[in-house]
């Protein structure tokens, strides 16, 4: 299995709910990580785990909760999200040591609208 | 820090045309340079990656790259464009020191006319 797997592809939610995107990945990848792509843009990494820690948050405000159950799962849990924060969330992993010089795995990405 | 310049933001080329896509870096320390592609509704694939070596970098779908540390340039080529490779490509600059994570251009759209 080589690959990242992301659910829901898409997400619309309100201002107050609460939701949660995941991402499994089977390949024995050690860090998994967490990006923003707003349209016609790059991605922009939010937050990285290593070894089921968190190990780089980029400064994401606290709506956007992460959380690594195992070495397999990564969720993020939204809540009170504004419109500004629609956009295509993608998860992507790769070997802790050989993540940069490996490149990453991802996954198609979750697109969240929030109204 | 580092960072990546993708000097053209959208490429229109001929079906079976040459194409290069430029990606110029910026970093203190020594670097790896990737560049994926992102096709409609996807994420992003790597094609190719430069670590060290060689540096002409041979990637999957027909492109190659060609490392230049004195122009501090990354740019990406292909000989004969087909339709399937309309899509948005991005350069990206990876450090040898610090913290895991890449760092992405601004994207370039290539578009396949018939």
């Known amino acids: 299995d080589t690959e990242v797997t992301q659910t829901p592809k898409h997400l619309v939610m309100g201002m107050t709910n609460k939701k949660s995107l995941k991402c499994e990945q089977h390949m024995g990848h050690r860090a998994m990580y967490w990006y923003k792509q707003k349209a016609k843009k790059p991605p922009e990494l939010m937050f990285v785990?290593?070894?089921?820690?968190?190990?780089i948050n980029e400064s994401v405000p606290s709506r956007f909760s992460p959380e690594c159950p195992n070495s397999s799962l990564l969720n993020l849990h939204l809540h009170a999200l504004q419109p500004e924060d629609s956009a295509l969330y993608l998860c992507a992993s790769s070997q802790p040591r050989t993540g940069v010089t490996g490149g990453y795995t991802f996954g198609s990405g979750t697109r969240l609208t929030v109204v | 820090a580092q960072s990546v310049t993708q000097l053209d933001s959208q490429v229109p080329v001929f079906e079976e045309a040459p194409v290069e896509l430029r990606c110029n870096y910026s970093?203190?320390?020594?670097?790896?340079l990737f560049w994926y592609v992102q096709y409609p509704n996807q994420g992003l694939q790597l094609l190719l990656k430069y670590l060290s070596g060689s540096t002409l970098v041979k990637g999957i779908n027909g492109f190659e790259a060609e490392f230049n540390k004195s122009q501090t340039s990354f740019h990406l080529r292909k000989p004969s464009v087909h339709i399937s490779d309309t899509a948005e490509y991005f350069c990206a600059v990876g450090s040898i020191q610090g913290a895991q994570k890449l760092v992405f251009g601004q994207g370039t759209r290539l578009t396949i006319n018939p």
């Open positions: 785990y290593s070894y089921e820690k968190l190990s």
């Open positions: 970093s203190s320390v020594s670097v790896y």
